[in-house]
């Protein structure tokens, strides 16, 4: 008899899937399409060396908790044009911190020194809009009330 309790835990099962490199400011407006997180579709750092191939696929039985990625990137020289690269994708969550670091670690070797990535754990919930509007409202309703009152 198992007499064990099992809480409930959100867990991303779909994340916006996005790898755009080089790109300018109004292509990444577009936060990529949603799909159903799997390991055909894994954020690795490895898809800047491997452009148009997917991580490698495991036949693994066992369920995997996923969590979104957002990783944004912005070259320190300027001269090609105001570029960003922005990845966005699922991660299995054990590998999160791996992960993160390893594309933050790639960025920086190819001169793109202002990388942030981001992780979160509800169903899409990587898409651009989302994440800075809850990180701004709140700084622009502090700023509001000190500049008002």
Not at 72 to 82: I, L, Q, R
Not at 113 to 118: F, G, L
Request: proline residues 7%.
């Amino acid at each position: 008899m198992d007499h064990s309790i099992h809480l409930p835990s959100v867990t991303a099962e779909s994340c916006y899937y996005q790898r755009c490199l080089g790109c300018y400011p109004q292509e990444t407006e577009w936060h990529g399409s949603p799909v159903e997180c799997h390991p055909s579709n894994w954020v690795s750092a490895q898809w800047f060396h491997n452009i148009g191939h997917l991580p490698p696929t495991t036949d693994s039985k066992i369920p995997i908790e996923y969590r979104c990625l957002k990783m944004v990137a912005t070259p320190d020289n300027k001269s090609f044009g105001n570029t960003v690269d922005v990845i966005r994708g699922c991660v299995p969550r054990p590998q999160v911190d791996s992960v993160c670091l390893g594309l933050v670690a790639v960025e920086r070797a190819r001169g793109h020194s202002d990388a942030r990535c981001t992780i979160c754990n509800r169903n899409n919930c990587n898409a651009a809009v989302r994440i800075d509007a809850m990180i701004a409202t709140p700084i622009a309703i502090l700023i509001l009330y000190y500049v008002l009152r």
